[in-house]
């Protein structure tokens, strides 16, 4: 009680992403975890070796949902910047205006940023639930708008594609859980369907 008003909050932590870090760094060990809290609006750097929380922070990020790994220092985060209904969740709404965010934390400089700002002021991602933000080496950014069966892809410096997920003239696809495979990502897989296709 008494945080969805009169009713109980039955799912008070709603986990929705846990990324493992695949090598050591000043702030993480290889096989530590970055969990995604949701409805605490929280991130945990969680080592399962010692069972020990090594750190965590709520907000600025709220009810989000994507978090990884950028480097050996930053972390990145999906927020969905949307205010929890009281007393029903489906009443979630984000507030007029305002949209969905990409944060990055540094953990050398404790300093949150939001490198990619004013290309979402421009294309105005607003998905309630889910979503996806996928930061690419090349400094560019995958967003999937998982509530409206958007894809956008970002240079550093503007928006390079976006697609919707069309089913016919009346309905949108559902996406959900996209990836992003650069052209190195890619490669193995390609060769791996090029050889089933020659069998």
Not at 4 to 26: F, L, T, W, Y
Not at 153 to 160: A, I, V
């Amino acid at each position: 009680m008494g945080t969805s008003g009169m009713a109980d909050n039955e799912d008070p932590i709603h986990i929705n992403q846990i990324k493992v870090a695949h090598s050591d760094s000043r702030y993480w060990q290889r096989g530590d975890l970055l969990i995604s809290s949701r409805h605490l609006s929280t991130l945990f750097l969680y080592r399962p070796s010692t069972n020990k929380i090594l750190w965590h922070q709520t907000g600025p990020w709220m009810n989000q949902h994507s978090v990884d790994f950028v480097d050996a220092q930053r972390i990145s985060v999906f927020s969905n910047n949307v205010v929890s209904g009281v007393p029903k969740k489906e009443h979630a709404f984000l507030t007029p205006k305002d949209l969905n965010r990409v944060y990055v934390f540094d953990f050398e400089t404790k300093q949150v940023s939001q490198p990619y700002e004013a290309l979402l002021a421009a294309a105005k991602p607003i998905t309630l639930t889910e979503g996806r933000a996928q930061l690419l080496p090349d400094g560019g950014l995958f967003i999937e708008e998982t509530n409206y069966g958007r894809h956008l892809r970002f240079t550093k410096d503007k928006l390079l594609w976006s697609r919707v997920n069309d089913y016919d003239e009346k309905r949108i696809g559902m996406v959900s859980w996209s990836r992003y495979l650069t052209a190195e990502e890619a490669r193995e897989p390609l060769k791996a369907l090029a050889a089933q296709r020659c069998n």
